[in-house]
């Protein structure tokens, strides 16, 4: 359900207490092992794993010259946990990330005292390393992709695909690059947040749907604190044609999408074909040549490519008040904007920061109309 920004004020106490919690192996490192902690920062985003960093001020030792934590606490694939959001009468902080620790850097500044920065990546980190081949026969996308998220411990919520491929080739690739390809021919995302792996139309084309509300809306000057869209043509086509051959019936296999089949279609927007067409009447369509094995199949593959052509047509970067609620595969109200930009954006990517100036989230936006 849309959060109007008053109800979004009333729902963390008017924001203005920021918290965060984080845990290292089931440690609360603020409450129970007492460090000061300078920031705080989640990076969420559609293209790889999620990132997490904390800067810690209190470890170092000035009589011994030795770091404390470093080789236990910090160790490198010890599990992470990190919340954030507002003091809200004892309910628990949203959780951002659950990941690892893949990574520490110290700091020794020519005044005052050495610090120690944490990160790592949520718990798909680890399907980005190796790569491999494999072959699947007569599967759809979505079941090899439960496969795939078994081998790290992952629970998979993978909507149906529908299309079962004679077969499915992954060649010297890692494990993040096969899946992302999977959700790339199907037009779907994929991403981890907690022990699941998402694999997913985006939420971008359920704007009209009970689960496609946008989650929070927001106003410039009340809640958005910044915003920088851009429109675009320049990637812009006015079809695609995916074209393959049905070696068992010595005939060329052909799937189209174009202007009307643009994910998000406002009735009172133009999308970017259509505003193309005027430029440039003799627009052609797209061509790509790929190995397809059914019309059902080349037609998914050409509505994907259309997708993400289209949503090129206007992006954005933006800067909020610090709301948890905002992730990627969301969708955001913004308002003030004049009327070609006021409306619902699809968030692909945001970073969540908590320091000593309180507790921000800058975002980029995507939408494929005007």
Same mark, same amino acid.
């Given at each position: 359900m849309t959060s109007p920004f008053k109800e979004l004020e009333k729902k963390h106490l008017d924001l203005y207490v920021p918290a965060y919690l984080i845990k290292v192996n089931d440690t609360d490192v603020l409450r129970e092992q007492f460090m000061e902690i300078a920031s705080v920062q989640v990076d969420n985003t559609l293209k790889g794993p999620d990132r997490f960093s904390f800067t810690v001020?209190?470890?170092?030792?000035?009589?011994?010259?030795?770091?404390?934590?470093?080789?236990?606490?910090?160790?490198?694939?010890?599990?992470?946990?990190i919340r954030m959001g507002y003091v809200d009468g004892g309910e628990e902080l949203p959780l951002m990330l659950r990941g690892i620790v893949t990574s520490v850097a110290t700091s020794f500044p020519a005044s005052g005292l050495p610090q120690i920065t944490v990160s790592g990546y949520d718990l798909s980190y680890c399907m980005g390393k190796g790569k491999d081949s494999f072959n699947w026969s007569d599967k759809k996308d979505s079941e090899i992709v439960a496969e795939v998220a078994d081998k790290y411990g992952l629970k998979a919520k993978a909507e149906d695909t529908k299309v079962k491929h004679p077969t499915t080739q992954k060649s010297t690739e890692s494990d993040e690059q096969f899946v992302t390809k999977l959700a790339e021919r199907n037009g779907y995302e994929h991403?981890? &947040?907690?022990?699941?792996?998402h694999f997913k139309p985006p939420e971008s084309i359920r704007k009209t749907s009970k689960d496609g509300i946008p989650v929070v809306r927001l106003e410039w000057g009340r809640g958005l604190l910044s915003f920088s869209p851009e429109i675009s043509i320049s990637e812009q086509t006015s079809g695609v044609e995916v074209r393959g051959w049905d070696v068992a019936n010595k005939k060329e296999i052909v799937g189209k999408a174009g202007q009307g089949q643009e994910p998000r279609r406002d009735g009172a927007r133009r999308s970017g074909?259509?505003? &193309?067409?005027? @430029? @440039?009447?003799?627009?052609?369509? &797209?061509?790509?040549?790929?190995?397809?094995?059914?019309?059902?199949?080349?037609?998914?593959w050409a509505e994907a490519i259309l997708k993400k052509r289209s949503e090129m047509l206007v992006q954005g970067s933006g800067e909020s008040i610090g709301l948890p609620e905002i992730r990627a595969d969301q969708n955001i109200e913004l308002l003030g904007l004049g009327t070609e930009l006021s409306k619902i954006y699809y968030v692909e990517q945001t970073t969540h920061t908590i320091n000593t100036s309180g507790y921000r989230t800058t975002f980029k936006v995507k939408d494929t109309t005007v």
């Open positions: 001020n209190s470890t170092f030792d000035l009589k011994t010259r030795q770091f404390a934590h470093l080789s236990d606490t910090f160790a490198f694939g010890n599990s992470a946990e991403y981890t &947040l907690d022990r699941t792996l074909a259509e505003v &193309l067409k005027k @430029c @440039c009447r003799e627009a052609k369509p &797209l061509k790509i040549r790929v190995p397809v094995f059914s019309k059902q199949e080349a037609d998914r």
